[in-house]
């Protein structure tokens, strides 16, 4: 069936940066609206970019200028490069297809003080 894998997390100082990204399996990315999401101990998930088949994205007002999402269709990926992180950065980070709807299985990010 069709799957999502993330990659790329991990800890990484404040001011730092580090790129996400999601392979898909058994479906184009770029026939695809997709986003990224995450969500952060104890808080609700929480909307973060999204990236249309024609190339126009959308940012949440927490992650805009900081972070960007791009597609490579060639890889099949879509990516999230991720600078000037923050402590308040760290969760768990989502990739996600809203329709039909899947989800990865997510990968952490920790930001330090």
């Known amino acids: 069936q069709d799957q999502l894998v993330e990659s790329g997390g991990g800890l990484v100082q404040a001011g730092g940066s580090l790129r996400l990204s999601c392979a898909a399996s058994?479906?184009?990315?770029?026939?695809?609206?997709m986003a990224w999401y995450r969500q952060a101990p104890g808080k609700q998930r929480e909307w973060l970019a999204r990236?249309?088949?024609?190339?126009?994205?959308n940012y949440a007002d927490s992650v805009k200028g900081r972070f960007t999402i791009s597609r490579d269709n060639a890889k099949n990926t879509v990516d999230l490069q991720m600078n000037s992180l923050k402590p308040e950065d760290t969760a768990v980070y989502y990739c996600?297809?809203?329709?039909?709807?899947?989800w990865g299985q997510g990968t952490q990010v920790t930001v330090s003080s």
């Open positions: 996600n297809r809203p329709y039909p709807v899947l």
């Open positions: 990236i249309f088949s024609d190339g126009r994205t």
């Open positions: 058994r479906f184009r990315l770029s026939l695809n609206t």
